[in-house]
């Protein structure tokens, strides 16, 4: 079936412009997740959304990050005003409950 | 989630099998241990996971010690595709004491194995 899929792959934006970036998970599965991999580091978490159940955003580096999942599927991942240090892959992954998660192939943000 | 240590790089010749370790000696009993690959601008890509038993599937075998302490992603005929960022990852399974189910990865460094021809 199919995976998961994110838009757009690649995103240049300019210093200080808002971002959305969009995350359709597996069909069926129950649990989102936003990571963020900067150049030559590793994984980190953002955000996790599990059901009905409220998100866990400790992973959010500021508040200018926010994320909502509609209808219990697809996720919207924001970055107002967005900065420099902003520039990474964004990956979305989901599970159906906590069984495995299955990445999707990320979106490259460049911020100019 | 119990700390990993992998080794930072490994070579594989094509055609050999490739034996990746990884330490993680504060595991817990509740706590599976998973493996993840990273190729060059790709999503990380599930291989496999177990508990406590050695797992095997189409891509890999699964090699838990006794003790759990350590284990071994074995890839039994390595190809230049397999060339890639492999990252050991231990995780909780169930629900955590807070009530929530909570299943985030921690990823670490992982191991960056180069097959050659």
């Known amino acids: 079936g199919a995976g998961v899929s994110q838009s757009p792959s690649n995103k240049v934006t300019e210093k200080g412009k808002d971002v959305e970036l969009r995350c359709d998970p597996i069909?069926?599965?129950?649990?989102l997740y936003w990571y963020r991999q900067s150049l030559g580091q590793g994984l980190e978490f953002l955000i996790y959304?599990?059901?009905?159940?409220?998100?866990?955003k400790s992973g959010l580096p500021s508040d200018r990050f926010s994320a909502e999942r509609t209808g219990g599927s697809v996720s919207t991942l924001t970055i107002q005003r967005t900065q420099q240090e902003d520039s990474a892959v964004y990956l979305c992954?989901?599970?159906?409950?906590?069984?495995?998660?299955?990445f999707g192939p990320g979106t490259r943000l460049l911020v100019l | 989630d119990a700390k990993t240590t992998q080794p930072p790089s490994m070579d594989c010749a094509e055609g050999r099998a490739a034996n990746l370790p990884c330490n993680h000696s504060?595991?817990?009993?509740?706590?599976?241990v998973y493996w993840y690959r990273q190729i060059h601008s790709q999503g990380p890509q599930y291989i496999i996971h177990?508990?406590?038993n050695n797992e095997t599937n189409e891509m890999a075998s699964l090699i838990i010690t006794e003790d759990r302490k350590s284990s071994t992603l074995i890839l039994p005929h390595a190809t230049l595709r397999d060339t890639a960022v492999y990252y050991c990852?231990?995780?909780?399974?169930?629900?955590?004491?807070?009530?929530?189910?909570?299943?985030?990865?921690?990823f670490g460094q992982g191991t960056i194995l180069t097959v050659h021809p």
């Open positions: 992954a989901s599970s159906f409950r906590r069984g495995t998660q299955y």
């Open positions: 959304f599990q059901g009905n159940s409220a998100p866990d």
């Open positions: 069909s069926g599965h129950t649990a």
């Open positions: 177990g508990l406590k």
């Open positions: 504060t595991i817990s009993g509740n706590e599976y």
């Open positions: 990852i231990v995780r909780v399974a169930g629900v955590d004491p807070g009530g929530t189910s909570y299943g985030k990865l921690t």
